[in-house]
């Protein structure tokens, strides 16, 4: 009789969870995945997915405003809050159902309820005991909120997405990716739009041009973008609400969205119980194999905190079954991921940001690019694409790529290819160009940046 009984207990039916119950059970695995939400996860059910339809929602606006340059007349256009957001939950469910279909033909058990260890072969879920040779944390991440925010006064992303009304007046807290893309959401859908964030400059960790440069794109669409500031206080107003900021100005809003990050679902997963360190911030501590400190324990995706991306975990994932299952042991590279923010207009990047560039390597060329895309000519919309190369002097390897602008993440995607092989300057430079695209410029940015002040002498 088998020892345990599954070979595999994946907590959390998420993208990552979902990809190594698969790949696990398609080595020969017996495998049970529990989720005590809706199979799919953050991104499938209230994050990636959902987001970029509402983002595509929020666009339409500027495509109707742009017609016009091109001579089509659109007249009473309105916009209804409770469609849009009913044809995304359906979407949503239809990729729901989806996911089941796939559990159940890759003969993978699932159990719904939430997942609590007992010890390091022990999952207790849905009033039963459920023993495993190996068990896989994959069961993400939740958004929190700063101090005096709570359920009642303000909602984070899980409950946008799920509104009854679109909100008139609302104040976006943050100035990470979550924050960005739903400012521009809401902007773009008509709600008057605050944002306030308590850093020099929103999304920190991204090129400097980026964020200057998506800072002025939205202030450009009519978000208030207040830097540098914090919330002293919210307190209800009828209806509404009312913030007071630092500098002691009031605000009156309609709801209040706290985009200010995500944390662990570790609290109650009993990590301890079965031998599994956590590291700052309630985060499963791992190896570069995704091991835990309990060796038969595994964890992957945003309960790990490396970095949480949908296609990172999914990797880590195959890392994980091909590593246990498979008999091919590998380790995810966590170098030169690009990533997208699906703010208005989107950025795509990929590896290096200037700053982080100069400090590994010293000495760079730096190209960039900034202009109107040609659409814009004639539907003169004030909106620019910035883009930039970061190349390392001496071997003259490109190690960034970044834009700001019409299909970015589109666009670097593909550069993402190059980039991870290390190409050359002189690479890209041979690329021909498709003419006439935005993409284009990447392959045909020729004049250097001046070298900044201060940084001659160092290289
Ligand atoms: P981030 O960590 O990116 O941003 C959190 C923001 O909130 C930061 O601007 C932070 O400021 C601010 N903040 C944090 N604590 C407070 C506080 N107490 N008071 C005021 N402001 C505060 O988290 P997000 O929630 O935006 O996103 C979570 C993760 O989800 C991201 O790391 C990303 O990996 C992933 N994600 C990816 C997307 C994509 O790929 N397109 C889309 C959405 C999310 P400061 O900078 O000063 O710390």
């Not at 790990?304 to 999914?314: D, E, G, K, S, Y």
């Not at 966590?334 to 923010?341: E, F, K, L, N, Q």
């Not at 392959?443 to 001046?450: A, C, D, G, L, N």
């Amino acid at each position: 009789m088998a020892r345990f009984d599954y070979d595999l207990f994946v907590i959390g039916a998420g993208s990552g969870g979902m990809r190594a119950a698969r790949a696990s059970a398609a080595y020969g695995a017996k495998v049970v995945i529990a989720e005590d939400n809706r199979v799919g996860g953050t991104c499938v059910i209230r994050g990636c997915v959902p987001k970029k339809l509402l983002v595509y929602g929020a666009h339409v606006r500027e495509e109707i405003e742009d017609a016009a340059g091109y001579g089509w007349t659109i007249e009473n256009a309105s916009f209804d809050w409770p469609t849009l957001i009913a044809n995304k939950d359906r979407e949503i469910a239809r990729l729901e159902a989806v996911y089941r279909d796939l559990l159940a033909a890759s003969s993978v058990m699932l159990v719904e309820g939430r997942a609590r260890l007992l010890d390091p072969h022990t999952v207790e879920i849905a009033g039963k005991q459920i023993t495993a040779d190996k068990i896989l944390i994959a069961n993400g991440a939740h958004p929190v909120r700063p101090e005096g925010f709570t359920p009642e006064n303000s909602i984070t992303s899980n409950e946008a997405f799920h509104l009854e009304k679109l909100p008139k007046r609302i104040a976006v807290l943050g100035g990470g990716y979550i924050a960005v893309e739903f400012a521009g959401i809401f902007n773009g859908l008509g709600s008057q739009v605050t944002q306030i964030y308590r850093g020099e400059q929103i999304l920190r960790g991204f090129d400097d041009d980026l964020r200057h440069g998506l800072a002025a794109e939205l202030r450009v669409k009519g978000i208030d973008l207040n830097l540098k500031t914090h919330v002293k206080r919210i307190e209800k107003a009828g209806n509404a609400w009312r913030l007071t900021l630092d500098d002691d100005s009031d605000l009156e809003i309609d709801r209040i969205m706290c985009a200010t990050g995500r944390v662990p679902n570790t609290a109650d997963l009993g990590a301890e119980a079965a031998g599994v360190a956590l590291g700052d911030g309630g985060a499963v501590k791992v190896d570069a194999f995704s091991q835990t400190s309990q060796p038969n324990i595994y964890a992957i995706g945003d309960v790990t905190n490396r970095l949480n991306l949908t296609p990172v975990a999914i990797r880590e994932a195959m890392a994980f079954a091909d590593t246990v299952f498979g008999g091919r042991p590998w380790a995810m590279d966590h170098d030169t991921v690009a990533s997208a923010v699906f703010s208005q207009p989107p950025i795509g990047t990929v590896g290096l940001t200037e700053t982080a560039a100069r400090r590994r390597f010293g000495a760079l060329d730096i190209y960039k690019a900034s202009f109107r895309p040609m659409k814009h000519t004639l539907s003169r919309r004030k909106e620019r694409t910035v883009m930039k190369l970061v190349v390392e002097r001496s071997t003259q390897r490109v190690r960034g790529a970044h834009m700001l602008g019409v299909d970015a993440p589109e666009i670097i995607q593909s550069l993402a290819v190059a980039v991870k092989m290390g190409a050359t300057k002189q690479q890209f430079d041979e690329a021909v160009a498709v003419h006439p695209t935005a993409a284009e410029e990447f392959v045909t940015m020729r004049s250097k940046e001046p070298e900044p002040a201060g940084v001659k002498a160092a290289s």
